[in-house]
């Protein structure tokens, strides 16, 4: 199957400074990628939907100034948490999407990265 | 409620057979998924099925899909330790973008 990377895939930083994670798609054009973010023991929330060239469609109750999300080429988007505190710290996972061709499209999910905000 | 649900917890022995559970809000889902998410790692695809469909089998794997009910289930024949992982149910939206949403997921235990 395709192959979807992530990095870094675990960072630590300080409170107050922001934080970049890159999701790229390796074998394949990603024209939508998506931005989860997973609790313990609950499911993987969805962050925010991106399609390449636009800007992102943010799901209610996450805020776009706080994780921006540039989706600039096909195989590339990133997620930037800026100003992190300790309550952003998490397991965050992107996933991606070739164009849609027909009925079924899966869906390609990267590693993950877990953000530790100190 | 979530949208979709399924137990935190499973915990059988090696060779048994596991049956894990979901149960979702979207009639018009026109997907459902079983993920599978080893420590550490993203989610894996495991298997799918389409929503007009009742069983689908592949290999070890057998999905059972009761839309009436709205009720998904995942059993894995003859269990084996490496199949120790959390289990995510999801169903695609038949609208909204297509969105894919998933349960909390179910830790597979398996005991030697």
């Not at chain 1, 943010?58 to 505190?85: R, W």
């Not at chain 1, 061709?101 to 877990?114: D, K, L, S, V």
């Not at chain 2, 995942?74 to 995510?88: M, P, V």
């Amino acid at each position: 199957g395709a192959v979807v990377s992530q990095h870094p895939s675990r960072v630590i930083c300080k409170s107050g400074t922001s934080v970049k994670i890159e999701c790229r798609s390796l074998d394949f054009q990603a024209t939508t990628m998506f931005w989860y973010r997973q609790f313990p023991k609950k499911s993987l929330m969805l962050m925010a939907t991106s399609n390449e060239g636009s800007k992102a469609t943010y799901e209610q109750g996450v805020e776009k100034d706080k994780f921006l999300i540039n989706h600039a080429s096909l195989t590339l988007s990133t997620l930037t948490v800026t100003s992190a505190h300790p309550e952003d710290s998490s397991f965050y996972i992107c996933s991606a999407r070739e164009r849609v061709q027909g009925a079924y499209n899966e869906q390609f999910f990267g590693p993950g990265t877990r953000l530790t905000v100190l | 409620g979530e949208d979709v649900e399924q137990s935190l917890f499973l915990s059988v022995r090696e060779g048994d057979s596991s049956v894990i559970n979901c149960t979702y809000t979207d009639s018009s889902s026109t997907y459902l998924y079983w993920y599978k998410q080893e420590p550490g790692a993203g989610l894996q695809l495991l298997t799918y099925i389409f929503s007009n469909m009742d069983m689908k089998q592949d290999q070890r794997l057998t999905v059972l899909l009761n839309k009436k009910d709205k009720h998904l289930s995942l059993r894995i024949a003859d269990t084996q330790t490496g199949d120790s992982a959390i289990y995510f149910c999801a169903e695609k939206k038949s609208g909204g973008g297509f969105k894919t949403i998933f349960g909390a997921g179910t830790r597979l235990f398996v005991k030697a």
